[in-house]
Structures are given as structure tokens and as C-alpha cells.
């Protein structure tokens, strides 16, 4: 009797971005913090074997993205406006157009349907993002209402990491882990 090949997984860890300044008036980079979250996390991830990375434009994912990288022997990032933050439903204290939040909910619909796929090889894939849309990916993965975003926690470079099967079968295996982290920076 022989084994049957095991099927081929993608395995994608998420990374929020580290901590910001977050003066609206300001170029919202990185913090001394947010650089240490970033280094911390690389160094975490560094044996994870990573086949790709992507992250989001915006300055903060960006900065934390060149830190992985670096930490993690040089990969390459790629960027992606499908994983730029964005505001999915209406929450009290926060004023954002009804159009400008459709276009959110549809651009991170087409992020899930484009990232979490099957794959015909082992892999695994880094991305950078928001905490906004890490929470509606984890809800769509889960599939419970995507409106359930709102009741998660999501911390600086907390590291999510979900599988998908060859089957197309979707599991949550963490969700914002913050080991790699000594408390005072769990922002």
C-alpha cells in the first residue's frame, strides 16, 4: 500500500502593520515602536520559508514591508492596492460615504477571491496590511457575516495566519498572534 500524494496547501500569514504616527497632517510613518514591532516580526517569521510577499501602498504597510523583508534575507515585495485599509460598514464615529464604503466592501471581496485560492504547490505568502480588512478576510475565511469585523481586536504587526486546501477549503489556524512581542509593545 502506498501513501496518496498529500494534496497542496497556501499557507498566508497576514501582518498588520506596526505602529504609526498618526497625525493626519503627517506622512503616518512608522514610530521607533512600530519599527521595533516590524524587526521583532521578522525575526519570528524568518524560518517560515517564505515564497512571497505582498503588502499594501500605504506608507505604514510599506515601511513595515521593507523591515520584513530585510529581516527575512531580502524577499521581494510586491504591492497591492487590494490590501489598502478600508471601511466595510458603518460604525458610530466614523463618517464615511455610503459609496466609499461599497467600494471598500468590493475591493476586499476581490482581495479574498483573488489571495485565497487553492495552489498546485506548497507556499507560503507574507502579506502587509490593514486591520480593517485582515478582520473581513478572517470573517469571510470563518464565513460568518463580514459586518463581524467590528467586534475583533487587530494589533500592530499582530500575525495572522490562515490555510487554504487544495480542496479550497479555507482554516483560520491563528488569529493576531502577538507572541513574538514583549507586552510593552503590543499596541
Known amino acids: 500500500?502506498?501513501?496518496?500524494?498529500?494534496?497542496?496547501?497556501?499557507?498566508?500569514?497576514?501582518?498588520?502593520?506596526?505602529?504609526?504616527?498618526?497625525?493626519?497632517?503627517?506622512?503616518?510613518?512608522?514610530?521607533?515602536?512600530?519599527?521595533?514591532?516590524?524587526?521583532?516580526?521578522?525575526?519570528?517569521?524568518?524560518?517560515?520559508?517564505?515564497?512571497?510577499?505582498?503588502?499594501?501602498?500605504?506608507?505604514?504597510?510599506?515601511?513595515?514591508?521593507?523591515?520584513?523583508?530585510?529581516?527575512?534575507?531580502?524577499?521581494?515585495?510586491?504591492?497591492?492596492?487590494?490590501?489598502?485599509e478600508g471601511m466595510y460598514s458603518k460604525i458610530a464615529g466614523y463618517t464615511v460615504p455610503p459609496e466609499e464604503r461599497?467600494?471598500?466592501?468590493?475591493?476586499?471581496?476581490?482581495?479574498?477571491?483573488?489571495?485565497?485560492?487553492?495552489?498546485?504547490?506548497?507556499r507560503v505568502e507574507l502579506y502587509v496590511s490593514h486591520g480593517n480588512l485582515i478582520r473581513y478576510l478572517v470573517c469571510r475565511s470563518l464565513g460568518v457575516p463580514a459586518v463581524r469585523w467590528t467586534r475583533m481586536v487587530s494589533h500592530n504587526c499582530g500575525i495572522t495566519t490562515i490555510v487554504v486546501r487544495a480542496t479550497g477549503a479555507v482554516r483560520v489556524v491563528s488569529y493576531n498572534q502577538t507572541a513574538h512581542l514583549p507586552p510593552r509593545l503590543v499596541t
Not at 15 to 21: E, K, L, M, P, T
Not at 32 to 59: C, F, H, K, N, Y
Not at 70 to 75: I, P
Not at 102 to 122: G, H, I, L, M, S
Open 102 to 122: 461599497r467600494e471598500d466592501r468590493v475591493r476586499a471581496e476581490r482581495a479574498f477571491t483573488r489571495f485565497f485560492r487553492p495552489t498546485r504547490r506548497d
Open 1 to 84: 500500500m502506498t501513501d496518496a500524494p498529500r494534496a497542496a496547501s497556501r499557507t498566508i500569514v497576514i501582518v498588520r502593520h506596526g505602529h504609526y504616527d498618526t497625525d493626519p497632517n503627517g506622512p503616518q510613518r512608522l514610530t521607533d515602536i512600530g519599527i521595533e514591532q516590524a524587526e521583532l516580526t521578522a525575526a519570528w517569521l524568518r524560518d517560515r520559508g517564505v515564497d512571497i510577499m505582498l503588502s499594501s501602498r500605504l506608507p505604514r504597510a510599506r515601511q513595515t514591508a521593507e523591515i520584513l523583508s530585510r529581516g527575512l534575507g531580502d524577499v521581494d515585495v510586491s504591492y497591492s492596492h487590494l490590501l489598502r
